[in-house]
């Protein structure tokens, strides 16, 4: 059912895009309760406030604006917070996050209380990315055909061109297609980059210029994460040649093997983090899929074996005896021959 002109009417439960739901919810029509998942958070906590913000008045909105993590709210707390109805017609939106965390039985019981709908509450569930039901799973299953969920996945390459692209005009800015290309690569689909890395451009540039691949290389926070993981890459396929071809690269491109070898650190240790579950840094969660696909081709006694090896070759840079392109290329392809023959 959606609500419309003042009740709920029956409506099929579906699976929808999020341009579906925007398209919904701009033209006034809501659902009792939603399923937000899929890769990227950003994207789900956005519009779990847009969605608050055009269901509950703005007088009302910081008192009747609900949240509860699932991993923190205990079932019967949360069973006592949903049995209140709103009051006098106010209007309501609850939202419980790592709603997966939750017992198979209790989520049902949850559903069920939902039923019949409150015309003045929305309730939104919602798992983050990297919690994300198997779509096979009887949990997918049950969400996606009892309530109406919507999946928010990384934008496509064109999604994000177009929306940079946007974005960067109502400025007056233009952006040169070489730096386009490079800027699409470290938004990597991610929708609070795009929005935290654009908003940087634009203070960076002035009025009527046009972004390079120079300004990108200069601005973006993620573009030495860019390059030390197209290295990561090559030393995981040890491809020796490549590695030594893309030190080189670096090297020519200004930046000293000290620096290249303290990120190659920072990479190694998120790898590390990650093959852990450990959270990596705010400015670097968003990279966090990309750091897992090359953490699964480790074992973390293997990561460990590295960090030890990269803190070795520090200290060999700073006793100055050897030349620092060599002793990083020593190392580079000590770590391509330690996976390849492994």
Do not use: C
Request: hydrophobic share 40%; glycine share 6%; aromatic share 10%.
């Amino acid at each position: 059912m959606t609500l419309s002109g003042g009740r709920w009417y029956n409506y099929a439960m579906a699976l929808k895009t999020p341009g579906e739901f925007l398209k919904e919810i701009s033209s006034g029509k809501f659902q009792p309760v939603y399923y937000f998942f899929g890769e990227d958070d950003y994207r789900i906590v956005e519009a779990e406030k847009y969605l608050a913000s055009q269901f509950i008045p703005d007088l009302q909105l910081i008192t009747n604006y609900r949240r509860f993590d699932g991993r923190r709210t205990a079932y019967a707390d949360l069973q006592a917070e949903l049995a209140v109805y709103p009051m006098l017609g106010e209007k309501q939106l609850i939202a419980v996050s790592n709603i997966q965390s939750y017992k198979k039985e209790d989520i049902e019981k949850i559903l069920k209380m939902l039923t019949p709908a409150d015309p003045n509450r929305i309730v939104v569930l919602s798992s983050p990315a990297d919690k994300a039901p198997n779509k096979k799973s009887a949990f997918y299953k049950k969400m996606t055909t009892t309530v109406v969920s919507v999946e928010f996945n990384k934008l496509t390459d064109a999604e994000t061109r177009r929306m940079v692209g946007r974005k960067l005009e109502k400025n007056n800015l233009k952006i040169e297609p070489e730096a386009l290309n490079l800027f699409t690569e470290l938004i990597a689909g991610n929708r609070g980059a795009l929005e935290a890395e654009t908003d940087k451009l634009i203070n960076y540039m002035d009025e009527g210029q046009t972004v390079t691949r120079e300004d990108i290389q200069k601005v973006a926070s993620g573009y030495q994460v860019y390059t030390v993981f197209t290295l990561a890459d090559h030393i995981i396929a040890g491809q020796s040649k490549k590695v030594l071809q893309q030190i080189e690269l670096l090297i020519a491109d200004g930046n000293n093997p000290t620096g290249i070898l303290f990120f190659l650190g920072l990479h190694f240790i998120s790898l590390y983090k990650v093959k852990n579950n450990k959270p990596l840094e705010a400015h670097r969660r968003w990279l966090t899929y990309r750091f897992r696909a090359q953490a699964e081709k480790y074992e973390s006694e293997q990561l460990e074996d590295i960090l030890i090896e990269i803190a070795r070759t520090d200290a060999d840079l700073r006793t100055g005896k050897l030349k620092p392109a060599l002793v990083l290329e020593t190392l580079a392809l000590k770590l391509t021959g330690e996976k390849r023959n492994q």
